[in-house]
C-alpha cells in the first residue's frame, strides 16, 4: 500500500470517512469522467472487496449502469464463488440492455464461475400488472431471493443523466428537475440532502430493504458524480463507497 500513500490515495480515504458516514472508502487513482479505465479500475478494486466480504452461500444482488458493467468485467473465478448466488437488485429502470441488472448479473456470475437467477419482469408496469406479476410463483421466488440478498453493489448516478439516458417520459422528467435531484441510485432519486424525491416503480429491493443488508458497496467515480456521491451518502446508512479520485478531490473539499 506503499504506493497508494505515496499517491496521496490514503490520504484521500482518510478525508473522505472524516467527512461522511461511510463504512469504509477505496479511492483508485485517476478520474473516469477523463480516462475510462478508471472504471476498470474501480471494478478491480470492487472484486477484491466482495471476496473479503463472502461468508460461503451469500446472495449478491448487482444493478444495472456502466460501472457495473466494468466490475463485472473484472470479475475473476475463485472457489469462493462455488455457492454464490447472483441475482439484479431490482427490475427494469429503462435503460439499453447493456446497461440492465440483467445481464451484469449474468456476467458477473459467468466470470465468478457462480450461480444466477434473472429477473423477468417489463420496465413500465400499471399498479395492476404490477400486483399480478409479483404473485406469480416463478417471480416471487426470485423477489425473496433477492430480499434475502447478503451483499448489494449498486452504482451512484447524476440525477439529470440517469434520467435522460433511460427516456424518462416527460411528467417525471419535470418531477425530477423540479424537486432538484442531484443523485439517483437503485431507480431512486435524491436531493442535495438524501430525501428522496422520485422512484422508478419496479420490483426488487426498495430502498428500505437496502438498509438491512450486512453489506452494501457503492462504486462511483468521476469528478461529475462528487455531487451525487455525497447526497446518496447522507441517506445511506454503513456503505462502502468504492470511488476515484476525481470524485473524491470535490468530495473533500470545502465548500
Ligand atoms: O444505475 C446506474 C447508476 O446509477 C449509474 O450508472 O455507472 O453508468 O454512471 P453509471
Redesign the pocket.
Known sequence: DMMREVLGLKELERKIKKKLPVEDVIVVAGDSDQSPWVKREMGRACVSRIKHSLKGNDIVAV??????AAVAEMMTPDLKYRDVLFVPARGG?GEDVT?QANTICARMAEKAMGHYRLLHVPDQLSAETYQSIIEEPAIREVLELIKSSTIVI????DAKT?AERRKTPPEEMKKIEQNEAVA??FGYYFNQHGDVVHKVNTVGIQLEDVRHVPCVIAV?GGASKAKAIQAYIKQANQCILITDEGAAKQLVRDD
Open positions: 444493478t444495472g449502469g456502466t460501472t457495473l429502470l446497461n449498486h452504482g451512484i448516478g440517469m439517483e441510485a462511483a
